[in-house]
């Protein structure tokens, strides 16, 4: 059950994208751009289908921004194809490019509010844009404050509201115009976490209600945990690990994924991982990860049946990602023996959880 | 001070006022276009075009480097061109609107400048065109910037117009110099003064004010 696609380059499965290349509302294909001598994206290729959201994360100077930004043109390729339901838009003019980006809504980390504006009309501006008449782009602007929770704001300026609240106002300036597809620059970044789960919880429910298909760029695993259907890590230019949230979340491939899943994954206390020795010791400390089935069953008191003698959870515990149980255990195991060790090992690994010796202590607690 | 000279100074003020009002509405008018396109035509600007960026830059600041009282001179043959005299206050307003637009153009280029590049990049995205981007966003933006700089630049036209009794303008200026100190009416020189600061104290009072309203960065 490999969920994942290595980096070479080519997109999901060729039959995928045969049978549903229409549900594909982004197709980028081998897209490269160069920044003087480093190049921020080389060879990126990807999709988005119709009503998915993709979350695309990496370290600051990985590439994201260009990315995010060659999908309504504010950046160009240097080579490499950009289709946009099914267009190809990399070499539009800008002129062609204006009627293209009103499909396209966009949040920023900044907001990008205008302070000269009441929040109605921040709201109304791209259907000023498109020339919809005076009373149309309020009516919608009033529609889409109420879907965001600040009809009451509807008359005050930006710099009266929250951070929050702004990011609100960004999110129902977005889609004012009924974009197919939105993309979400750092959207939560400059918000403090509570607020940052209430932004994220409007994108989820947006993209539920409205069907809207969302491409988020975020250095944050976890933004991507609590609303992304599908991730792509990307690292210099390059994506070096995607497919569904919980399969790379469970699997790692990569020392990128793995770092930036750090924070968010349970760890070795630092106690212990400070008196971890790698010669053999009176205790052997096993990393256990699990998902899907593995993690869903009663593993350990099955370990504990099928493997007579002792073991000991030290940390860890299963967690929820997309309705799929994913978790690291940290056991500790008697290295008196090592058969005994060697069948716990032979056990976990027959119910495709990975194990990874961390070393040995004298004592785990 | 005599009736006549309450007259004079009644005159002088009416010159002042005139000279400053016209060749500031001159230079707002041609100035901020020309602030931005500035602008736009810089490196990564919205019409980027650092030929024109550079040729415009020359021509400024070729304006900005002459003292006043010799553009005041040297544009006579123009003035006559366009006025049809180069003597009265009339023919003032030529070389004061011709010394106001440049400067004032490197006053809004610098108000346009402080605008976060952000909101540009948020009107491209939404579909707008260089022109939604000027009027939606760089204008409405920097509108406190452009009005505070255009308070600081009929300021310096009150100073600039006093020397433009050099080519027989009148105004403040040259009554103070003509009768104030050529003819020791030194009640004459204390009035202009008294005038000129309250001018100058009243017009920026209104430019704070006005700029305070339309300042809703919080």
């Known amino acids: 059950m490999n969920q994942h696609i290595k980096a070479s380059g080519d997109t999901a499965d060729p039959t995928h994208a045969r049978t549903e290349a229409s549900q594909d509302v982004v197709r980028l294909v081998d897209l490269k751009r160069r920044f003087g001598v480093t190049a921020a994206l080389d060879g990126i290729s990807l999709t988005v289908r119709k009503g998915e959201i993709l979350g695309i994360i990496g370290r600051s100077g990985a590439g994201k921004s260009t990315l995010i930004r060659c999908l309504n043109g504010l950046e160009r390729p240097d080579s490499g194809e950009v289709f946009i339901e099914g267009r190809e838009i990399s070499r539009l003019g800008e002129r062609d490019l204006q009627p293209l980006r009103r499909r396209i809504g966009m949040i920023f980390q900044h907001f990008n509010l205008l302070s000269a504006k009441t929040v109605e009309d921040n709201v109304a501006l791209p259907l000023k844009i498109e020339g919809r008449p005076k009373a149309e782009r309020l009516a919608r602007a009033a529609e889409l404050l109420d879907l965001v929770g600040l009809s009451e704001k509807a008359r005050a300026y930006p710099a009266s509201l929250s951070g929050g609240q702004k990011q609100r106002v960004g999110i129902a300036r977005a889609l004012a115009a009924r974009p197919a597809l939105l993309l979400s620059d750092e959207a939560t970044s400059a918000l403090d976490p509570e607020t940052t789960r209430s932004i994220l919880a409007l994108l989820r429910d947006i993209n539920r209600q409205l069907g809207l298909t969302i491409l988020l760029i975020t250095h944050e695993m976890e933004v991507i945990r609590s609303i992304a259907d599908r991730v792509a890590v990307i690292d210099a230019g390059r994506i070096v690990e995607q497919g569904p949230v919980w399969s790379v979340f469970a699997d790692p491939r990569s020392d990128i994924t793995r770092s930036l899943l750090g924070a968010i994954r349970p760890q070795l206390p630092a106690e212990l991982a400070a008196r971890l020795l790698p010669a053999a010791g009176a205790q052997t400390i096993l990393r256990v990860d699990v998902a899907g089935e593995a993690a869903s069953g009663p593993l350990l008191s099955d370990l504990a049946v099928a493997v007579p003698g002792s073991f000991r959870l030290v940390h860890g515990g299963i967690d929820h990602i997309q309705q799929q149980p994913v978790g690291t255990l940290f056991l500790s195991v008697p290295g008196s023996d090592a058969n005994h060790l060697a069948d716990i090992i032979a056990f976990l690994k027959a119910r495709q959880a990975r194990v990874e010796v961390l070393g040995h202590v004298a004592n785990p607690v | 001070m005599s009736p006549i000279l309450f007259e004079l100074l009644l005159r002088s003020i009416w010159e002042t006022v005139l000279m400053t009002a016209a060749s ?59 006025v049809g005299t180069s003597i009265g206050t009339w023919a003032a307003i030529v070389p004061l609107s011709i010394a106001a637009t440049p400067y004032y153009a490197r006053i809004a280029e610098v108000s346009l400048r402080e605008v976060d590049r952000g909101l540009i990049e948020a009107a491209r995205a939404m579909g707008g065109n260089r022109w939604t981007i000027i009027r939606e966003v760089l204008v409405p933006e920097a509108l406190p910037g452009i009005v505070a700089g255009f308070t600081v630049t009929l300021v310096t036209l009150i100073g600039a117009s006093a020397m433009a009794g050099a080519i027989g303008a009148g105004g403040l200026g040259d009554l103070a110099i003509r009768y104030g100190y050529q003819r020791f009416e030194t009640s004459v020189m204390v009035a202009v003064v008294i005038v000129l600061i309250i001018l100058v104290c009243g017009i920026q009072w209104v430019g704070d004010r006005l700029v305070a309203r339309l300042d809703r960065r919080g």
């Open chain 2, 24 to 82: 500031g509405l001159i230079s707002l008018v041609f100035g901020l276009p020309l602030g931005l396109a500035l602008i736009a035509t810089e490196r990564g600007g919205i019409a980027e075009s650092l030929w024109v960026n550079r040729a415009l830059g020359a021509v400024i600041n070729g304006f900005r480097s002459v003292p006043f009282i010799i553009l005041l001179v040297a544009l006579i043959p123009v003035t006559r061109l366009i």
